[in-house]
């Protein structure tokens, strides 16, 4: 809203007068910005406060342009239970900065949990019938006019799921053997077709809007069907697979009124404008309160860090972000056709739902993000010294928290470090890019990351470093402590549908950076390539100590390649088809294992390629719950142990106290007391 003069004059001869102590402006969904924003409830005339946080920016504004830049005194804008719509992303710039000693504050009201929200309501439901069940329905003219189109929706607070085919489980890309032209090309060329079987995509009514959600490897790929061909068992799309698919990927299809048939769907026909939904029981369209995205962000801090103008000494306290959206870009002119139906991996290109750029000393502090189309909140370039604090991210599109970039920058300011993610509780992503990450780390360097939970993502839980082999980096000193991260590659129990995932997963050189004292448990890949500490291609200088690492599906730790790494002190237990795992020997020296312990009842040992050695192993402890002496992948512990490897490790119960339990604390008289192993206190693992 327009602010007239005499209002922004007031204004300024409101904070004039007040006393050079902390000021407070208030909003309220109840408050009008033709008021001072002055008192939280509405008294008389003028008085009372604001209707959107964007007026109360404004009002800051004017106070230090008439202030020449000084605050004077520290600013409190205090918000007042409720949602507040907002019809596009709300902005910070640089002339929203606070000052060291007059920070400012957006922050809830006492008791309070306002959530601040980019979605639409959806209200004016009517009883129709489609697809031959009682349904509810609304007209959205924005959408057939081709100006709004969403992938979400949310309903009594809780999102619902878009009518798809199978309702629960995943068909197969199969029948490859029948198109020998399938098996042509490098594996990183997409397709823009693909076959199924028997009759899973046949016989349905109209899939022009449908999609076609596919995994493959670690990446999924969202593909706009363009026709069936029902004699020929192939499915044709107008975007192509990020990689070649293989024979057995799991897919679904989703939005088509033919697939509308469970309780808790819904299908938007873009084309007609309209929206179809199958209430759950007990719903009522009277007091129903549903909502949509239609914005792709719900706050953007936009600082200019290397031209100067950073956003600073900002604090967002107890507010919530909600109902955003991520959508693929529309072909630039020029841009190659078909477009890619993805990303080469992490889902690397989706933003925050909560964006910076060139913003410093600022916090988030008993935030939630949830309901959203997109990651949770982004660090880009340029933000340092920031503190995101106690805050949860669930119910994502992607994944959790993004800090950094893909790209090294040179000039200092623009480089993104020294952040702190504390005691905060990341789950539940990957409802829209399954390849989304629970809190992902570019060019980024000495960033402290502790004292989380993060879990059901259907890939990685931690991705520090984004530089593939010995190339140079800007990854150092980050450490990674005392978190607790579980149930990866499955969320609630659905999958693993991914491959090549790790409850932290590393790539190129990162010296100083620390990975310890966390719980990494409950790791799962569909094909390859569940472990839980996963260092990928060039993976170098890094030190994994005193981590408990259980039940995964693939082996405890695994490095592809890399030097110079360091896993000394941890528990390995419970890995499904391996312990550890090194798949590329180098000339150099791989990794140093020494004084871990390696308990497990299935698969083998070691897997991977040890035809050389250079690696260092020793003062280790290893025990299968058989008792049998273990193959140290072909070789007996004599013949490995002339290899000079594990010359002073023993093969013996470790003795934990309860394993079956999951307590893998060792016991007072535990043989691996003897090789040096030291325990480790874990009671403090996890968001506190």
């Known amino acids: 809203m327009q602010k007239s003069p005499a209002v922004l004059a007031t204004l300024i001869l409101l904070f004039t007068l007040s006393p050079a102590h902390a000021l407070t402006l208030y909003v309220s969904p109840t408050g009008n910005d033709t008021w001072l924003g002055n008192s939280p409830t509405h008294t008389d005339g003028t008085e009372g406060p604001f209707a959107t946080i964007a007026h109360a920016r404004d009002a800051i504004r004017a106070h230090k342009k008439e202030n020449k830049g000084d605050l004077k005194a520290p600013i409190n804008v205090v918000i007042a239970n409720g949602t507040y719509f907002q019809d596009d992303t709300l902005g910070f710039t640089p002339e929203d900065t606070g000052q060291p000693d007059a920070p400012i504050t957006y922050a809830a009201a006492p008791d309070a949990h306002p959530v601040l929200s980019t979605g639409r309501r959806i209200t004016g439901w009517k009883t129709v019938q489609a697809n031959k069940r009682n349904a509810w329905s609304v007209d959205l003219p924005s959408v057939q006019a081709g100006k709004w189109y969403f992938r979400e929706l949310w309903i009594n607070g809780q999102r619902r799921t878009r009518a798809r085919h199978p309702n629960t489980g995943y068909l197969n890309v199969t029948g490859i053997d029948k198109h020998k032209e399938w098996n042509q090309g490098e594996w990183t060329q997409g397709t823009t077709w693909f076959p199924f079987a028997g009759t899973d995509l046949d016989g349905t009514d109209d899939l022009s809007q449908a999609e076609v959600i596919v995994f493959d490897r670690w990446v999924e790929s969202r593909l706009p069907i363009e026709s069936v061909d029902e004699k020929r068992r192939v499915v044709n799309f107008t975007k192509k697979s990020v990689f070649k698919l293989e024979a057995n990927d799991p897919y679904y299809v989703e939005n088509a009124i033919t697939y509308l048939d469970q309780p808790g769907e819904w299908f938007l026909d873009n084309k007609a404008g309209t929206l179809f939904y199958l209430p759950m029981p007990g719903e009522n369209p009277a007091d129903l309160e549903a909502f949509a995205p239609a914005a792709e962000q719900v706050m953007r801090l936009s600082g200019r860090a290397v031209e100067g103008g950073q956003i600073e000494y900002l604090t967002f306290a107890g507010l919530t972000f909600s109902h955003s959206e991520w959508d693929f870009p529309k072909p630039k002119p020029g841009e190659p056709k078909p477009q890619k139906g993805g990303f080469g991996q992490a889902a690397i290109d989706v933003s925050g739902a909560v964006f910076a750029e060139g913003v410093r000393n600022c916090n988030f502090l008993n935030c939630k993000f949830t309901h959203l189309g997109s990651y949770g ?61 629970g809190l992902w780390m570019g060019q980024v360097y000495g960033n402290h990351i502790s004292h989380n939970h993060i879990h059901d993502f259907y890939y990685t839980g931690i991705s520090t470093g984004w530089t593939w082999g010995y190339a140079p980096t800007s990854v150092k000193n980050n450490t990674i402590e005392f978190n607790e991260i579980d149930h990866i590659g499955t969320r609630d129990g659905d999958g693993p549908i991914l491959s090549d995932m790790g409850g932290i997963y590393t790539l190129g050189a990162q010296p100083g950076t620390q990975i310890r004292n966390n719980i990494f448990h409950d790791i799962a890949a569909f094909k390859y390539g569940g472990w839980g500490i996963y260092f990928d291609e060039g993976s170098a200088n890094i030190t994994a100590e005193n981590n ?22 941890n528990i390995f237990a419970l890995g499904r088809d391996a312990q550890i795992q090194r798949t590329r020997p180098e000339a150099h020296q791989s990794f ?38 273990p193959n140290f992948d072909k070789w007996t512990l004599k013949e490995w142990q002339s290899k000079k490897l594990d010359e002073n490790s023993i093969i013996a119960n470790p003795d934990f106290t309860n394993p079956d339990q999951n307590n893998f604390t060792v016991k007072e008289n535990s043989p691996a007391l003897k090789t040096g192993f030291k325990p480790f206190d874990l009671s403090k693992v996890g968001s506190q």
């Open 377 to 437: 909140l982004e660090l880009r370039a340029g933000c340092s010294n920031n503190t995101i604090k106690s805050c949860e991210f669930s119910d994502l599109g992607a994944g959790g928290i993004k800090i950094g970039e893909g790209s090294q920058r040179k000039e200092p300011a623009g480089q993104t470090h020294s952040n702190t993610i504390t005691n905060c509780h990341i789950h539940h992503g990957g409802y829209l890019f399954a390849s989304g990450i």
């Open 548 to 569: 408990l690492v259980y039940r995964t599906t693939h082996g405890g730790f695994h490095q592809h390649y890399g030097k110079d790494n360091i896993v000394k002190n």
């Open 592 to 629: 140093t294992f020494e004084n871990n312990i390696v308990y497990w009842s299935n698969g083998n040992l070691l897997a991977g390629d040890w035809s050389t050695q250079n690696v260092v192993f020793d003062h280790n402890t290893y025990w299968h719950t058989n008792g049998k002496e």
